[in-house]
Every structure is written in structure tokens, then in C-alpha cells.
């Protein structure tokens, strides 16, 4: 069994920071399942952001989720996120997400 969510952070790129119970800090991107079913109201900025961890994974308000292995095993790990230049956006354009160039896959304890 993987790790469960314990915290979760909206980013305004589609992009979930979440920490697991065994102190990981990973990305999830959310903007792959933005055309699929239910989860395209999630494009809505402000429902994205009403986020909210639950019995181990997260959830929206009108029911929206994704299963706790899904959120770790298609996440990226991360030691921290790297400053951008004033004007300067800090993700990838293509993805809305931090680019593999831009985080460091470290393990945390």
C-alpha cells in the first residue's frame, strides 16, 4: 500500500502539492483529466482551489477524487520549488507544472 495524502496546496497551474504520510513532498498534474467527465468542472480556477484532503486522498465538493495510488505513483517528488525571475512564469507552459529541469527528485525524510 502507498502512502496516503496528508496535505494538500492548489497551485494556479492545475498542479497539486501534496505531502504523504511518509514525509514525500510530490506534484500531481491535474490538467491531463480536465476533459475527461466529471473532472472537467475542476477548469473552473476557483472550485480547482476548494481542494481538500480526505480519508487519505483528495477531494472537491461535488465529489470529485482521485485514488490515493493514482496521487502517488503518476506525482513527481520534490525538495523544494526554485525561484523564477521577476515576470518570469515558474512552470512549464506545456504542462502548467514544474519542468523536469526545474526539480530536484530527492527523497525527503
Known amino acids: 500500500m502507498n502512502p496516503r ?3 494538500v496546496t492548489p497551485e494556479d497551474n492545475f498542479c497539486l502539492l501534496l505531502e ?13 483529466y480536465l476533459e475527461k467527465g466529471i473532472f472537467t468542472q475542476l477548469k473552473e480556477k476557483n472550485y480547482f ?3 481538500r484532503v480526505s ?4 477531494e472537491w465538493p461535488k ?9 502517488f505513483e503518476e506525482s ?6 526554485p ?6 512564469p515558474r512552470g512549464s507552459l506545456q504542462t502548467g507544472c ?3 529541469e526545474d526539480w530536484d527528485p530527492v527523497r525527503l525524510p
Open 98 to 100: 514544474l519542468r523536469k
Open 76 to 81: 513527481r517528488v520534490i525538495a523544494g520549488i
Open 63 to 71: 465529489g470529485q477524487d482521485f485514488c490515493p495510488d493514482t496521487l
Open 5 to 7: 495524502v496528508t496535505k
Open 20 to 32: 504523504f504520510s511518509n514525509g514525500e513532498r510530490r506534484e500531481f498534474d491535474v490538467s491531463p
Open 49 to 51: 482551489q476548494q481542494v
Open 55 to 58: 480519508m487519505g486522498t483528495v
Open 83 to 88: 525561484e523564477s525571475a521577476p515576470g518570469e
